[in-house]
């Protein structure tokens, strides 16, 4: 069992940025892939990033490649997303995810966060 606990979120201007937190309980956090997804109103839940156990693997949407980085601190249980040059169509709730192996759908991940709100202004 894993659960998380996400943080960072808030209102930034466009252009700005913002640095997500997901803290994870259990002693097997460093054994899972980790991921952020991102739902905006009205819409489904999208993959934005995920990183393998070690946090030598990254893959990315297309839609935030180049402008968000996914890290990993394992001795602190703890994922990162580092949000730069943030656009309006960035605002969404974001969720922190646990898988087996790095995915970019919903469906590979066992456990959420209850996801923090992230809103950009223009």
């Known amino acids: 069992q ?3 606990v996400e943080s960072g979120g808030g209102l930034v201007q466009a252009g700005g940025s913002l640095r997500l937190s997901c803290a ?3 002693r097997t956090f460093s054994s899972y ?3 952020w997804f991102r739902q905006a109103p009205g819409k ?3 993959f934005v990033a995920t990183i393998n156990w070690s946090g030598g693997s990254t893959y990315y949407a297309d839609s935030v490649k180049g402008r968000f980085t996914i890290s990993r601190d394992n001795a602190k249980n703890t994922v990162y997303l580092q949000m730069n040059s943030l656009k309006p169509e960035d605002t969404a709730v974001y969720y ?3 898988a087996r192996v790095p995915a970019g ?3 590979a991940y ?3 966060g209850q996801g923090t709100q992230v809103t950009v202004s223009s």
């Open 2 to 4: 894993v659960q998380l």
């Open 24 to 26: 994870a309980s259990g």
């Open 33 to 35: 892939a980790m991921g």
């Open 44 to 46: 489904e839940r999208e």
């Open 96 to 98: 922190c995810a646990a």
């Open 105 to 107: 759908v919903v469906g």
């Open 110 to 112: 066992d456990y959420w």
